[in-house]
């Protein structure tokens, strides 16, 4: 998986760890910046693309990071249920 946000400053980043621990090693994640190709990145054929709107944690207070973090580990568990039906998820690291 590569998870791409604009400066790969944290979006990204944290998409690309949360995938990490709870994929255990049967996935590869890595995080990348857009190089300002906005909605309109290359397309690649056979490649599935999904635009999450997500909040840009930079210079944001505690309680919004923490409530951007919450919400890309929602996004990364459903996304990991729904490529690997299989997986055993571990709990939230945030419960």
Same mark, same amino acid.
């Given at each position: 998986?590569?998870?791409?946000?604009v400066r790969n400053?944290g979006r990204s980043?944290?998409?690309?760890?949360?995938?990490?621990?709870y994929a255990q090693?049967?996935?590869?994640?890595?995080?990348?910046?857009?190089?300002?190709?906005?909605?309109?990145?290359?397309?690649?054929?056979?490649?599935?693309?999904?635009?999450?709107?997500?909040?840009?944690?930079?210079?944001?207070?505690?309680?919004?990071? *923490?409530?951007?973090?919450? #919400? =890309? /580990?929602?996004?990364?568990?459903? @996304?990991? *249920?729904?490529?690997?039906? #299989? =997986? /055993?998820?571990?709990?939230?690291? @945030?419960?």
């Amino acid at each position: 998986m590569v998870y791409a946000c604009v400066r790969n400053g944290g979006r990204s980043v944290a998409a690309r760890l949360l995938t990490q621990h709870y994929a255990q090693g049967r996935v590869i994640a890595l995080s990348a910046i857009t190089l300002g190709c906005g909605e309109e990145c290359p397309y690649v054929p056979g490649v599935a693309y999904r635009d999450w709107p997500v909040d840009d944690p930079a210079d944001q207070d505690e309680f919004t990071v *923490r409530r951007i973090i919450a #919400d =890309l /580990d929602r996004r990364v568990r459903a @996304l990991l *249920r729904e490529l690997l039906p #299989d =997986l /055993d998820l571990p709990p939230s690291v @945030l419960s």
